[in-house]
């Protein structure tokens, strides 16, 4: 069964440090993965897709990088932020043109 | 601005009562999809459409209706809510199904309590 597992569930961290969420998941064939944030009530809002020959991607201070061979992705942010908490969604998607399967995200909160 | 935009943002209702919240975008997209968020359990997907006049259904289809008559709305209709609907919901769109990999677009979502 195809699915996509986030961890940790949820984290706390302090302002300025760093952190690595980890995303495994087991789609195939694979097609593409994806990294949202999802601030309290808002939607998701997009911060990397990587295909099968990304290994590492980069959006301001968040990095995500992936491993195809063994399913598995993370997203690093450096130097967190309060409005870093959120969130963290990862999303991958099988064959060109089939439903995204979502992961139940991350939890980040960001403590001064 | 390049926006999804949805109607209500907050619905209290109560069981039985038919409801639709719709969802639009001004991007000219043709890929729409509708998805429930629950603690616990992350988004789901209930009905997508890759162009006008064509939907299909998702994972959790159950209890909810859809229409793309034309491009840019994609409503979500509840003929006869049910407690168990009560979520958090949100509409989103893409370029086409076909680009890939293409950025998804969400909605700012509705809040759903059936009473």
């Known amino acids: 069964k195809n699915q996509v597992e986030q961890s940790p569930q949820s984290l706390i961290i302090l302002e300025g440090k760093n952190c690595t969420l980890q995303c495994n998941y087991t789609v195939s064939p694979f097609s593409n993965l994806r990294w949202y944030k999802q601030d309290t009530g808002r939607g998701p809002v997009s911060l990397t897709i990587?295909?099968?020959?990304?290994n590492t991607k980069s959006n301001g201070r968040y990095t995500a990088t992936l491993d195809a061979d063994t399913k598995q992705s993370s997203l690093h942010i450096t130097a967190s932020q309060l409005s870093d908490s959120a969130s963290y969604i990862c999303v991958v998607r099988g064959q060109a043109g089939t439903a995204l399967i979502f992961g139940k995200g991350t939890t980040l909160s960001v403590s001064s | 601005e390049a926006q999804v935009t949805q109607n209500p943002r907050y619905l209290i209702t109560v069981t039985g009562k038919k409801l639709t919240v719709t969802c639009s975008q001004n991007?000219?997209?043709?890929?729409m999809s509708w998805y429930r968020q629950d603690p616990g359990l992350g988004l789901r997907q209930i009905y997508y459409s890759m162009n006008v006049e064509v939907t299909d259904k998702g994972d959790v289809p159950e209890g909810y209706k859809v229409s793309r008559k034309e491009k840019r709305n994609f409503p979500l209709i509840l003929e006869s809510p049910s407690p168990n609907q009560t979520s958090l919901y949100f509409c989103?769109?893409?370029?086409?199904?076909?680009?890939?990999?293409?950025?998804?677009?969400f909605g700012p979502g509705t809040r759903l309590t059936v009473l």
């Open positions: 990587m295909t099968f020959s990304e």
């Open positions: 989103a769109s893409s370029l086409s199904w076909r680009e890939d990999p293409d950025t998804q677009y």
């Open positions: 991007m000219n997209h043709e890929y």
